[in-house]
């Protein structure tokens, strides 16, 4: 277009015209970068010895550009870039605040801890498959989902990170993984289709989709538009994306089929995908509606920790016995988003991150155990202490931070939830959580005691050398819940600001909106 | 006519929950296909429906002279449709490949993940 053809229209009304600083570009980093490696890793098909390296250089880069942003959040405050240098709520922006920021980098470090895992568990059929692309892939999806301001272009992130998750779930054409991927493609359809059913009425009734744009208007529209039947349908999407009770069956019946590197990434990032949009849309968006709904949440939240726990107690395979606790972890975070205020909303922050990190550990923990002791099943495991004491040891370690014992990182999020739950007189919230706990602790200690203690025949073998890819990032991630259980103070601190931000979205609308909220 | 598409998208719903209430796969995938459709339909009633006004803004004006078809949604659509199609296409291809590895596609029988008479946990040792 010639410029000179159109010289009434004042652009600078719409458009941004000033150039982006180096920080903004912070912000879409870890998606274009996701991206960028997961096509050239497309383009080296053939040259498959390459890809681990190559994965494991760009994931370590994804948590250097996902600290760098953290660090300029906490600095300056939420960031926005908008593409296309269109301004929003006409431009689709991406927005990060510390929240999304937090998320991100978790996700990240849990990643890069998958990708080294990789080397050992991905042989190369599964590398001639794709497995590393659609990591790459994934991480774009997950990247995005957490960085993004605009409500349309989550859903499409969400739909980019289910499409790598359907990849990776059958690699390898076993049986059992197509059977688990059937239920967990089909469910996670329809959850994804709600969210744009809610999403399309949300268009019809704000005439907007940019979050920062919808918390400001939500207030006048109160009282007219029906905006409890949004809360709810996002609530049931985004509790489907969780695994919340009841919609939560699709996660046990797949989580334990993949490779077990495939199932830790599932358990460390896709279920908290969906409890941060939950987070971002029910504490951001509609703080009224969420107030009105929590004892809904709270009942909800309750049953899936009941439900997880008494699966996690009901069997004998390791990997679904993990897969009943993250459903288990979900239910206390429901619980946080229900009880609110800064104690709720900080301690469910606090305990996703927390989450992320255990449960991706105690996948790798359990891929560890079947390579040792050649069984799933706590049935047959048998002397997994004797085989290799350094790994018993790790184990018990994130069997205690699972259940929430001092001093890993379990703790301090339970202690918020609880007295969250305390300070509102919810006193039936916090026998709750207390006792999932309780009953967390007797699951685990049964698994150590089965799988680990017991004297049986896989106990006369000798000691069996690990190698280093796979126990480095076991060790890696519980010295990380152990170094958040002793020293938790910088966290917190970042954790209050953020939950802070959710509640009062000023800076994150100002971040949006520069010249003010348009009219 | 709002209020005829509101039907239509009604209808659409219903039909699509009946069908992947079904425990055969195949008619739960034709289900999702309707759902899609529903939902695209939702979105495009959501918007705004004017026939025959196209958006177009006329050479010496700055904005539209009159009410015209509202793009967001359509762009909105369009986005919704292909991402829904490629899913559809990722699941028929499942299906048929579930069929063809389990033998069945009654989500009944499907059962290799998770077995029906699993052995209890053990009590002691």
Redesign the interface.
Known sequence: MAASTAP??DLSAALVLAPPTAAEWLVVLPVAWCLTLGALLVMMRRNIGLHPAITIVGLTGLVGIDALLLLEIMRNGPMTMVMGRWLPPFGIAFTADLTGALFALVAALVALAAGIFSIADINDSGRRYGFYPLLMVLMAGVSGAFLTGDI?NLY?WF?VL??SS?GLL?LG?E?????????Y??LN??AT?LF??A???L??IFGTLNMADIARKAEGLRSSAPLMTLAGLYTLAFGMKAAAFPVNFWL???Y??PRVVVSALFAGLLTKVGIYALIRVMVMLFPVEREEMSLLLAVAGSLTMIVGVLGA?????FRRLLGFLVIAGIGSILAGIAVGGPGGIGGAIFYALHSMLVMTALYFASGIAMRLGASA???TLAGLYRRHVGFAALSLMLCFAVSGLPPFSGFWPKVMLVKAALDIGAWWLAAVLLLAGFLTTIATG?LF??AYW?DGAAAVGETAPLPASTLGPLAALTLLTLVLGLYPEPLLATIQEAAAGLADPSAYGESVFPEGWPQ | MEAWFALLVGVFFTVAVYLMLSKFIIRVLLGVAVLGNAVNLLIFTGGRLTREVPPVIAGDAEVLAGPAANALPQALILTAIVISFSFFAFLLVLSWRAYDDLETDNTDEMRVAEPMNEPAPPLGY
């Open positions: 009434s229209v349309f499409v739909e289910l499409i359907f059958v054409s049986h059992e993984q197509i059977d688990g991927t059937v239920k493609g089909f359809l329809v289709t744009l059913v999403t399309g009425y268009y019809a046990p019946a797949s334990h089929t107690l009901a069997q004998s395979d099943s706590i049935v049964r005691l089965l017991r």
